[in-house]
């Protein structure tokens, strides 16, 4: 198809839109063919089924690069805890926490698991995602991870929209193995890891290194036993605290880093060169009430890509609005809307490892979203409001 009499976001490189006014995009299969000026329009693209736009505004599709979307039940007892005074390490070590979702996710059925996580992939469709990254880490046992990632792997059969799966064993400690957390990574994590990989369930691994869950020693033999078996890493790191989480995360050469709310300026030169990604997270930011900000502009001097995400989870960011995040980058974080921009689409794709996407570029995927907008600084300007008024996924409206 011919895309016409439209505007286009190509961020085909970080440092603008890449806006093209009066634009056009030509869609041969799954793949963008060219884009450019309506009047430069090649001529073996203009037999093509044209698709006026009415001078709507066209941008890569949307990323949500870090989710944790399949769970059970919920945590709202919890939120009203904290609002009542109660720390988010507190209610943690009171049993509460990620492993009171783990009780509810252990006793769910994959039918279930999967119902309630499609109600929350379908709120991010609605804004234009057409790719998610999903983890697991709510099972904490063999059984139960193995079923998250089925679950997860069933979203993009049942749905139009990719799926990413990250093993998150490493995310805390059971109550079984309650203060014996190198028993844990040793009995269940690691052989869980194996046997995920074995049964074709995973894209990347993830961990949670913080003082809550696990030092950069266990973190550092759950990335061992990735390297081993050719898969990807990234990191939930300096949350809450500086664990040396970042470096680590660095030292692996990991798709990125996420939260690093307390990361410094050698974390941030570490990330630069390992081409480490930097996932700011703003949902669990804002729930948690934290004041501890990332450090975006030490980000920005040593050019390190900077993602935003959900962190759709049901604890510290109950969010499935993709668009609210941008938002929430800028007003929270003092992001740019086109850092934010890039940071759901170009650098979302490249935190997941993936270079096909996130650009309107000849070659790229022919994701895109065309928005009741005319720029792109709209998309982060607009609070509680969705501007989107068709997606294209695989080339297809």
């Not at 009542?84 to 209610?91: C, P, T």
């Not at 050698?266 to 060169?273: E, G, K, P, T, W």
Request: aromatic letters at 6%; one cysteine or more; hydrophobic letters at 45%.
């Amino acid at each position: 198809m011919l895309l016409t009499n439209i505007q286009v976001a190509t961020l085909a490189d970080n440092q603008s839109y890449g806006l093209i006014e009066h634009g056009a995009i030509a869609i041969q299969g799954t793949q963008v063919a060219w884009a450019g000026p309506a009047d430069a329009v090649p001529r073996a693209y203009r037999s093509e089924p044209v698709h006026d736009l009415g001078g709507r505004l066209v941008t890569p599709a949307l990323i949500d690069c870090h989710t944790h979307v399949v769970f059970g039940g919920n945590r709202a007892a919890e939120f009203e805890l904290r609002l009542n005074g109660a720390s988010y390490e507190e209610v943690a070590r009171a049993g509460g926490g990620i492993l009171s979702t783990v009780t509810a996710t252990r006793q769910a059925s994959e039918a279930a698991l999967l119902r309630d996580a499609l109600g929350r992939v379908d709120a991010l469709i609605a804004e234009g995602v057409t790719l998610l990254e999903v983890k697991s880490g709510y099972g904490l046992d063999r059984a139960t991870e193995l079923k998250m990632l089925r679950v997860a792997r069933q979203i993009a059969h049942v749905r139009p929209v990719d799926v990413r799966t990250s093993f998150l064993g490493a995310h805390a400690i059971p109550p079984e193995y309650m203060g014996k957390p190198d028993a844990y990574i040793d009995d269940v994590c690691i052989p869980t890891l194996r046997a995920a990989h074995a049964q074709g369930l995973l894209d990347a691994v993830d961990g949670f290194c913080e003082g809550i869950a696990f030092d950069t020693g266990q973190i550092a033999r759950v990335f061992d036993v990735a390297a081993e078996l050719g898969l990807p890493v990234k990191l939930h790191a300096e949350q809450l605290s500086h664990m040396g989480g970042t470096q680590l995360a660095a030292r692996y050469g990991a798709l990125s880093a996420d939260h690093v709310e307390y990361a410094t300026d050698d974390d941030a030169r570490a990330l630069a060169v390992s081409a480490t990604v930097a996932v700011v997270l703003p949902g669990a930011f804002y729930t948690l009430r934290e004041t501890q900000s990332p450090p975006i502009q030490t980000f920005r001097t040593h050019d390190v890509p900077m993602a935003l995400a959900t962190d759709c989870n049901p604890g510290s960011s109950p969010l499935t609005s993709l668009l609210l995040t941008m938002n929430m980058g800028c007003t929270l974080f003092r992001m740019t809307p086109l850092e934010a921009l890039l940071g759901v689409t170009a650098h979302a794709a490249t935190a997941l490892g993936l270079t096909d996407r996130g650009r309107i570029i000849a070659g790229s995927r022919a994701d895109l979203c065309i928005w009741d907008a005319a720029h792109p600084a709209e998309l982060a300007y607009r609070i509680g409001f969705n501007p989107l008024h068709r997606r294209i996924f695989k080339g297809t409206l």
